[in-house]
């Protein structure tokens, strides 16, 4: 008689993954504001200074505490509400009203930030390096196309780590139970700090009678771009969704989620907006299935895998490289690999 399998589960890593992390709609933080963000197991502040730049510093002033997200901003520095201390764009102080002289540790960290597809990111390295030029966001040109709606984008806060998440990328199976949505093709391929899931099947939800296709690209650890064609009243629907989290602590995250759809030719723009809207809709649907999986379901670091599955093993340890010093690494990550399902049941 064969052993029962026990769920193992080492403790989650302390740190948090190194990469650029998605805090959604850069203009969302451009209203003059200062912005809290609670992330990273800690508070940071983001706020645009006069010269229009938006800047993402510590949120705790280290003279006595206080909370800079609540101060007030004052030309491209924030000053602190509790006894007035000023930091400017780089992190240093640069007044004290009643000092004659100011400290010269009076630093904070100055987070490094980009704006790309009119969306922020922040980056976090636990090592504190810079970001790593090749995994630069890559530009995606309908979001500057007339011809694509704007992002509509929900947030969301999910209780459990983030790895439960990424592990989607090569989880084939769940989407005939999760989503009613049989596939037909499947593949994976892992290179480098890109991850990508190639996918054909069906989808009465987003492509009726008809195909869905995706292709969803991890670049890096959370932030992943969908390419995505569908079916909506007989007219296909082509759209890009968005999928990025930004850790709180090790057992949440924030959940951003967005539609980017292209307008159908010949229809008015309140037509275009209005089935821009519904597809939206369902595309969400669709996605919050996967949260009520999430919500409900345990860390398991040793799963039994059959040979209809994907490559989860191959996913988790392509997804550990960010959460490894760099000097560490052995350069195994960059070697591409390629995981084509050929085992397909109807579910």
């Keep these: 008689m064969s052993a029962t399998h026990r769920i193992e589960a080492q403790p989650i890593p302390e740190r948090f993954a190194r990469g650029w992390h998605c805090l959604g709609l850069a203009d969302k933080y451009k209203d003059g504001q200062a912005h809290t963000l609670e992330i990273f197991d800690t508070k940071l502040v983001c706020y645009q200074g006069e010269d229009g730049q938006l800047r993402i510093l510590d949120g705790y002033c ?9 101060g007030c901003i004052e030309g491209n520095s924030i000053r602190c509400p509790f006894h007035d201390w000023r930091w400017d764009a780089d992190g240093k102080c640069d007044d004290i009203p009643y000092a004659k002289r100011i400290p010269p540790r009076a630093k904070i960290k100055s987070w490094p930030i980009c704006e790309e597809n009119k969306l922020l990111f922040v980056w976090h390295d636990v090592e504190n390096n810079p970001p790593i030029p090749e995994q630069a966001i890559p530009r995606i040109e309908q979001v500057f196309d007339d011809s694509w709606a704007e992002w509509e984008i929900a947030e969301l806060e999910i209780g459990i780590n983030c790895r439960e998440l990424v592990d989607n990328v090569a989880d084939k199976a769940h989407f005939g139970p999760v989503h009613g949505a049989p596939i037909r093709s499947f593949s994976n391929i892992f290179e480098g700090h890109i991850a990508t899931q190639i996918m054909e099947g069906k989808s009465e939800r987003l492509a009726e009678q008809g195909e869905i296709r995706t292709e969803a690209t991890y670049y890096g650890p959370s932030y992943q771009i969908t390419q995505m064609t569908g079916e909506m009243d007989g007219q296909p629907i082509h759209s890009i969704l968005l999928n990025c989290h930004v850790p709180i602590d090790q057992d949440s995250f924030q959940l951003r989620y967005g539609v980017l759809v292209q307008k159908v030719p010949g229809l008015s723009e309140a037509e275009n907006r209005e089935i821009a809207a519904a597809y939206v809709q369902l595309a969400r649907e669709a996605f919050y299935e996967d949260v009520e999986i999430w919500d409900n379901k345990v860390r ?19 997804y550990d490289q960010f959460y490894t010093d760099v000097a560490e690494l052995t350069g195994d990550e960059k ?4 995981f084509k399902a050929d085992n397909f049941n109807a579910v």
Excluded: A, E
């Excluded at 003279?63 to 609540?70: A, T």
């Excluded at 070697?335 to 390629?338: D, K, M, Y």
């Design 300 to 318: 398991i670091d040793n799963p039994i895998l059959c040979d209809g599955d994907g490559p989860v093993y191959q996913l988790r340890k392509w």
């Design 62 to 70: 280290p003279h006595m505490g206080g909370d800079l997200s609540k």
């Design 335 to 338: 070697t591409q690999q390629v």
